[in-house]
């Protein structure tokens, strides 16, 4: 049984930095995309972003372009979320997701939340203004 296990949650101001893990175990197959999205209160969750385990394609939404990067460690089974510059709107429940679906071409396919066979519990951040 697969299961994602986030943590890096916190508590940070405007323009500080986190990192968020999350740990894949049970997995029986070694090709996969894992992602991370977010939700804020009264809000739909949303994609953040993407990374193709093998070979390391990366796929970000606009809003977080040139401030957080996606990153694997492979021997580990875990993906990192680094978030820099961070602003009171980046506040949400974040939850890690994986997809064994490896043949969408680009950010869209990757982006929606329907594509994702399993999900962690998520962890949250709050940004201080």
């Known amino acids: 049984q697969v299961q994602l296990v986030e943590s890096g949650g916190g508590l940070v101001q405007a323009g500080g930095s986190l990192r968020l893990s999350c740990a894949a175990s049970?997995?029986?197959?070694?090709?996969?995309?894992m992602g991370w999205f977010r939700q804020a209160p009264g809000k739909e969750r949303e994609f953040v972003a993407a990374?193709?385990?093998?070979?390391?394609?990366?796929y970000y939404t606009d809003s977080v372009k040139g401030r957080f990067t996606i990153s694997t460690d492979n021997a580990k089974n875990t993906v990192y979320l680094r978030m820099n510059s961070l602003k009171p709107e980046d506040t949400a429940v974040y939850y890690c997701a994986l997809t064994t679906r490896i043949y969408y071409s680009g950010t869209e396919g990757y982006s929606r939340i329907r594509s994702y066979d399993y999900w962690g519990q998520g962890t949250q951040v709050t940004v201080s203004s």
């Open positions: 049970g997995l029986t197959f070694s090709s996969y995309v």
């Open positions: 990374i193709r385990l093998s070979g390391g394609i990366t």
